[in-house]
């Protein structure tokens, strides 16, 4: 299959791992991407330890991709969180399985495993072209690019997309593919913030304007709250509860649990335009232990003493209490117990896409066969995360991603071999 040559655009693990794929089968793959270097949000995201997959049982891995799930799973199905350790190793980078079940390199760092594939490419004949901003396609339906020397048309047997969804745009993807796409009659859905933060409602210290009073944003913006649960509507008449941790920002909250419930509460906002994150501030305890350590007599001792000494509640969690209650409401015992393990956080808004993680929405599945060929494009096929689906962190957005750039090539090859028939 020396003679197929194939165009990838997009340089992240979806690209990449199509890349491999098809080079792997005797294809001629080149590979074009808008920035100097491939796998910039690769990068970024092994900043403080590359997250690569999770280590739970399948089943309990294919859920975290919600309603997505049952189009996900044959991704998985061709590279699973075992797979993709397994690759790692055939690279010469080892994993573990941390306390979380999250799965990382040894040494925690993304740069040797992407320099360790990037040779692996190139070894396999694999061209990259850098500062190739793919616009679309000219009049005869060749792909065009825009570089530093004007623009560029391609002639390729199959082309793969994989150019990202709308998060983090200084880094490559800017969800300029949008329109392209649908002018040629692909269905694509709006991209939309994921595993993103959100700015909290009014507050009482606020008057009715959104967002904390000035004195918690400068006090207490970037501080972490640890070891609390979040409660919200799961949307079909259940509760999401998770235990974890998140920061308050200047607006709102971020952080790992408010990622693990982003898609809840972005979905919250727009069917009702706010929504509610319960807040357990002392999950360890029962409401009666609370209740018996605010009633306690506290003698001559400040409110804020007598719970730090009491219930150790100091700090953050302590000023989120004052700014989220009424000065009576502080100073009924009951009413404050009640907050302490279920207090109620309005969030009025997520925070925008390209503040986000990563992104829901994109091509939508129906606009693609099983294979990922676009159906109003014969020999163009979709991969990553511009494809309309998400996940929370802890590896399942990388997996997925690489697990559908294999997809892809399948069916890029499948093409071919349908092509000869």
Known sequence: MAHRNVAIVGGGPAGLMAAERLSQAGCQVDLYDAMPSVGRKFLLAGKGGLNLTHGEDKARFVSRYGERQAHVQPWLDMLDAQGVRDWAQALGIATFVGSSGRVFPTDMKAAPLL???????????????????W???????????????GARSIEADALVLALGGASWPRLGSTGAWV????????????????????DVAATPRTAGAPGWSAHFAERFAGQPLKSVALR?????????????????????????????????????????????????LLPDRTPEQ???????????????????????????????????LTPEAMHDPAALATAIKALPLP???ARPVEEAISTAGGVAFDA??????LKALPGVFCAGEMVDWEAPTGGYLLTACMASGAVAAQGVLGHFAAAGR
């Open 115 to 133: 320099r360790a594939w990037l040779h692996r490419l190139r070894a396999g004949g694999v061209r990259l072209h850098m500062r190739h901003r």
């Open 347 to 349: 969030l009025s808004a």
């Open 135 to 149: 616009s679309g396609w000219d009049d005869a339906m060749h792909p065009r690019f825009e570089t530093p020397d």
């Open 232 to 280: 919200c509507d799961d949307g079909q008449g259940g509760q999401f509860l998770r235990k974890g941790e998140f920061v308050a920002t200047a607006t709102g909250i971020e952080g790992s649990l408010v990622y693990a419930a982003s898609a809840l509460l972005r979905e919250q906002i727009a069917r009702e335009g706010q929504a509610t994150a319960w807040l357990d």
């Open 290 to 324: 609370v209740l018996g350590a605010v009633r306690h007599p506290r003698g001559a001792r400040s409110l804020s003493s007598h719970l730090k000494s009491r219930l150790s509640l100091d700090g953050t969690k302590l000023a989120l209490l004052y700014e989220m």
């Open 368 to 373: 693609m066969d099983s294979t990922s060929m």
């Open 179 to 198: 329109e392209p796409l649908r002018a040629r009659g692909v269905a694509v859905a709006p991209l939309r913030p994921a595993n993103c933060g959100f």
